[in-house]
């Protein structure tokens, strides 16, 4: 009998609702899952027991009297930790946030809610989603489903792991520049980074605000279609979100590619890709020229310079946004005594890891006097650049397509000790988030050692609803889904 843990959310919903078993018991099955996982994994920075069961008998209560809230109606969800949660830890992985408890729930929060969906908890992160590994956690490093010597991607490593491995049925994470969809492909998840201002920054606790955006993890398209639907729209308390209708993302899934111009993306799909990663890629190509696409190479040439503009327009904007943090408001505050500015220097060195350090020190001297044009101002111009380049690629092919990682999963470690080979993990999905355009990940298949290989759909702004088509033809043509079970089976661990 299959456990209720490996269950699709569409599964899980058809389940409920023919009444084979409640919320409750969807929630005792991923427990179980994390109780038998998290020593391995620690997915997890905080299980809400008390709240998630009391969501659960609500949403079993109000199933039984005919109020159905949608798909996602008692459904086991997970949140990245740096999404709030009224009354539950929200730490961004980050010391100077430990035992912070919100006062509000994040907008994404309070529509999972609204929606009936069940919060299990809270997921690890790299600190203030500063990373592609989740090795810079203050919390503790989290490890990949598939095999433990590995790392999940990162900075949403939690969430990822959570869904590959059945301690949730979908997650959300936030994606800067590629920290959903690069730990998606490390765990042979689905990711996906909307359009931004498609979804509500509000409660979002800000790593570059011109960058963030969040979006759901899932086993499958359809899956997180659903997700992304019940937290899209506009919302009056974030500025930057669109005020328009939120795309129809499940119409269109069946309608395959036939007449589709699908662009690979020159510059992501040549030198410093894995050559199992490329022919996996190219594979899928050929698939889909063949399901009836006409499948053409398009240049991106900016893109070639996203990485490096991406590193000084992120920690120029982490630097404003973590300037807050001081010990005066709230969060970590020194025991040291001395002055004002004593006190506000010690509480920042020890509530902030190291990598947060480097880069408020590389966004404070980006912006500094003498300084910001040479550095700021010209990674803007390229920022310019792209997005230009990227309307140009959308006038010849209704969606783009490359790897989502250069690799799959490395070792836990094996970067750790080298920035630029760790921001390197990024350089496929970087691009996007400086556009502003989304972009998903679906699983296509496992490299010679049994890990997964993540494949990047791209669409235009709010293009959404032809990004989800293609992704879901993708996804049956690879077949990966029905290998999906590979990673919440059996915790591989290290001997």
């Given amino acids: 009998m299959t456990d209720l843990a490996d269950l699709t959310i569409a599964e899980a919903g058809h389940g409920l609702r023919k009444g084979d078993f409640t919320s409750v018991d969807l929630l005792d099955a991923v427990d179980r899952r994390a109780a038998v996982t998290e020593a391995h994994l620690h997915a997890f920075?905080?299980?809400?027991?008390?709240?998630?069961?009391?969501?659960?008998?609500?949403?079993?209560?109000?199933?039984?009297?005919?109020?159905?809230?949608?798909?996602?109606?008692?459904?086991?969800?997970?949140?990245?930790?740096?999404?709030?949660?009224?009354?539950?830890d929200t730490t961004a992985s980050s010391q100077i946030l430990a035992g912070w408890k919100?006062?509000?729930?994040?907008?994404?929060?309070?529509?999972?809610?609204?929606?009936?969906?069940?919060?299990?908890?809270?997921?690890?992160?790299?600190?203030?989603?500063?990373?592609?590994?989740?090795?810079?956690?203050?919390?503790?490093?989290?490890?990949?489903?598939?095999?433990?010597?590995?790392?999940?991607?990162?900075?949403?490593?939690?969430?990822?792991?959570?869904?590959?491995?059945?301690?949730?049925?979908?997650?959300?994470?936030?994606?800067?520049?590629?920290?959903?969809?690069?730990?998606?492909?490390?765990?042979g998840t689905v990711g996906v980074k909307p359009t931004y201002g498609l979804v509500s920054r509000y409660?979002?606790?800000?790593?570059?605000?011109s960058l963030d955006q969040i979006g759901p993890f899932a086993r499958t398209v359809d899956d997180a279609a659903v997700l992304l639907e019940a937290v899209a729209?506009?919302?009056?308390?974030?500025?930057?979100?669109?005020?328009?209708?939120?795309?129809d993302l499940r119409g269109g899934l069946e309608e395959g590619v036939a007449g589709l111009r699908v662009g690979i993306v020159t510059e992501l799909s040549g030198d410093g890709i894995d050559p199992q990663?490329?022919?996996?890629?190219?594979?899928?190509?050929?698939?889909?020229?063949?399901?009836?696409?006409?499948?053409?190479?398009?240049?991106?040439?900016?893109?070639?310079?996203?990485?490096?503009?991406?590193?000084?327009?992120?920690?120029?904007?982490?630097?404003?946004?973590?300037a807050r943090f001081d010990g005066v408001r709230y969060g970590h505050r020194t025991t040291v005594e001395g002055t004002t500015e004593d006190m506000m220097s010690h509480s920042r060195a020890e509530g902030f890891g190291p990598e947060v350090i480097r880069r408020i020190l590389l966004g404070t001297y980006a912006l500094s006097a003498g300084y910001y044009d040479a550095f700021y101002g010209q990674a803007q111009k390229v920022r310019t650049l792209v997005r230009n380049d990227f309307a140009a690629a959308y006038e010849r092919a209704d969606v783009l397509i490359s790897p989502t990682s250069p690799t799959t999963a490395f070792k836990v470690g094996e970067r750790a000790a080298d920035p630029i080979a760790m921001y390197y993990s990024?350089?496929?999905?970087?691009?996007?988030?400086?556009?502003?355009?989304?972009?998903?990940?679906?699983?296509?298949?496992?490299?010679?050692?049994g890990l997964p290989i993540g494949f990047q759909v791209m669409a235009p702004a709010l293009g959404e609803e032809m990004m989800f088509r293609v992704a879901a033809e993708v996804e049956r043509l690879a077949g990966f889904e029905d290998r999906a079970s590979l990673a919440t089976s059996d915790v591989v661990v290290p001997s």
């Fill in 102 to 187: 919100p006062p509000y729930d994040a907008t994404v929060t309070a529509r999972l809610k609204d929606a009936g969906a069940v919060i299990v908890g809270k997921t690890n992160l790299d600190e203030f989603a500063m990373g592609s590994s989740t090795e810079n956690s203050a919390f503790g490093t989290t490890r990949n489903p598939w095999n433990t010597d590995t790392v999940p991607g990162g900075s949403s490593g939690g969430s990822a792991a959570a869904v590959a491995v059945g301690s949730a049925f979908g997650a959300f994470g936030s994606d800067t520049g590629g920290s959903i969809r690069q730990p998606a492909a490390l765990t």
């Fill in 277 to 322: 990663v490329l022919a996996a890629t190219k594979g899928i190509a050929d698939k889909l020229s063949d399901a009836g696409a006409e499948v053409i190479e398009v240049s991106v040439p900016a893109s070639e310079f996203a990485l490096s503009a991406y590193y000084l327009i992120a920690p120029a904007e982490c630097s404003a946004n973590l």
């Fill in 233 to 247: 729209g506009w919302d009056r308390r974030d500025a930057t979100s669109i005020n328009g209708p939120v795309p």
């Fill in 203 to 209: 409660g979002l606790i800000a790593f570059a605000s």
């Fill in 426 to 449: 990024d350089v496929c999905t970087v691009a996007s988030n400086l556009s502003g355009d989304p972009a998903m990940s679906v699983p296509i298949g496992l490299d010679s050692g």
């Fill in 45 to 88: 920075l905080t299980m809400d027991h008390d709240g998630a069961r009391a969501a659960a008998e609500a949403a079993d209560a109000a199933l039984a009297a005919g109020n159905d809230l949608g798909p996602l109606h008692g459904i086991p969800v997970a949140l990245k930790d740096n999404m709030c949660t009224i009354g539950v």
